[in-house]
């Protein structure tokens, strides 16, 4: 536990995440109460010390538009495929817990992806192995092989999108040089 | 609006009832666990459908209140059947 | 008032209308999944997930009825709250169910984790009895 100091920038999206929900709380988006929430923003980083959220220091916006897009648009769609499910198969459901190795070693984009893959209807994060970085998904209608497949394709696929968006550069280089193969 | 928070009643009230039966029936203490988190959520929604109809803001920290009750709720319970099962598989 | 105006008013009430129409159906959807699904995994995918879109929507609609653009940062919290909140008491009451042999096996067509929870196990076992003696 080493308690080296982060950079302001790897901390700025925290604090700005912080001054947003205090003025969400408030009610009141005036630039004094901002000024204010920045300042007790800065005060409550400085004072409650947590072991950093290792950040990349990199994000792309231009990526992460279409990828919030396209979350909401998969959320869309598998809200209704489960509503399906329940209404049309029930009880004679099948599913199956599948393992799916991840690219990344980072606590947090482990994290991330366990999030995103559990917002999204029909697969649910079950276990997960932090030393192998491996994810346990259980996913909703999985009957053969073909579809445990493309559950693993759809996890990797969305690992990577999340890598687009905030992964290190050595982890954009890595997914590049795989996709280029 | 009218029809629509008739429509909105009614179908609340019907999945309501469906999370209560879960509750009275389920056969396990997760199951239920499960089911009360839902009545929550489907609380939640009839708060956000009396904002939108009414346009006020009144019940937003109470909804923000409720999900948070839901999920200690949730994970206090869970973590507590984990530990059980495991002091039990031990002696 | 203009006609124009209204016209705005009217598709902006419709929009809202269909939005916590939706999102009502979504806790249907719930409800729905809790009694047909037959074991506590499935269940789960139906009780969480559907609420994370319902919630979407009728914050959504409240947004569109309140007409001020302050309120959308605040509705923006709530539900990244909800987000944030939803995978992880998911993810917990599934470890414990998954844990507590509350699903059937019957219903699974792979079981990819089994094998490594039965090592750890054994691994476990071993570390005790080594420490026993």
């Known amino acids: 536990m080493s308690r080296r100091r982060i950079s302001l920038r790897q901390e700025l999206p925290l604090l700005v995440w912080l001054v947003i929900v205090w003025g969400a709380l408030w009610q009141d988006f005036t630039p004094g109460n901002l000024l204010f929430g920045a300042l007790l923003a800065v005060a409550v980083a400085r004072l409650f010390y947590l072991p950093p959220v290792e950040l990349s220091g990199r994000f792309s916006v231009l990526r992460a538009i279409p990828f919030a897009v396209q979350f909401l648009g998969r959320v869309v769609a598998a809200s209704f495929q489960v509503f399906y499910l329940a209404v049309a198969q029930g009880p004679r459901v099948t599913n199956a817990v599948v393992a799916v190795p991840l690219r990344s070693h980072s606590d947090l984009m482990v994290t991330a992806t366990g999030h995103v893959i559990s917002l999204i209807p029909g697969s649910l994060v079950v276990e997960v192995d932090r030393s192998t970085s ?48 | 609006m009218e029809l629509v928070l008739t429509v909105t009643a009614v179908v609340l009230s019907l999945a309501a009832a469906g999370a209560i039966v879960r509750i009275a029936r389920g056969p396990s203490l997760l199951d239920r666990v499960l089911a009360a988190d839902v009545l929550l959520a489907i609380l939640g929604a009839a708060l956000c459908i009396d904002m939108a109809v009414n346009r006020h803001l009144n019940n937003l920290m109470l909804l923000v209140a409720v999900s948070v009750i839901g999920f200690i709720g949730s994970v206090t319970v869970a973590r507590f059947v984990a530990d059980r099962r495991e002091q039990l598989n031990e002696s | 008032m203009n006609p124009d105006a209204s016209a705005v008013d009217t598709a902006v009430d419709v929009v809202s209308a269909v939005f916590m129409i939706v999102g009502a159906v979504m806790s249907l959807a719930a409800a729905i999944g809790l009694l047909r699904f037959p074991d506590l995994m499935s269940r789960m995918h139906a009780a969480t997930k559907p609420q994370v879109l319902g919630l979407f929507l009728l914050l959504a609609a409240v947004g569109l009825q309140l007409r001020t653009w302050w309120v959308w940062p605040v509705l923006l919290v709530a539900w990244i709250f909800q987000l944030l909140t939803v995978p992880v008491s998911a993810h917990m009451v599934g470890r414990a169910g998954y844990r507590t042999k509350h699903l059937h096996r019957e219903l699974l067509s792979t079981d990819e984790l089994e094998a490594v929870v039965l090592k750890a196990a054994e691994a476990a076992r071993e570390q005790d009895s080594d420490g026993g003696r």
Not at chain 1, 139 to 158: F, Q, S, Y
Request: hydrophobic share 40%; no cysteine.
């Open chain 1, 134 to 181: 491996t994810l346990y998904i259980h996913g909703l209608n999985v009957r053969n092989a073909d579809d445990v497949r493309k559950l693993r394709k759809e996890v990797r696929d969305t690992e990577a999108g999340l890598i687009r968006v905030m992964g290190t550069k050595e982890e954009l280089e890595a997914l590049n040089l795989e996709a280029a193969t």
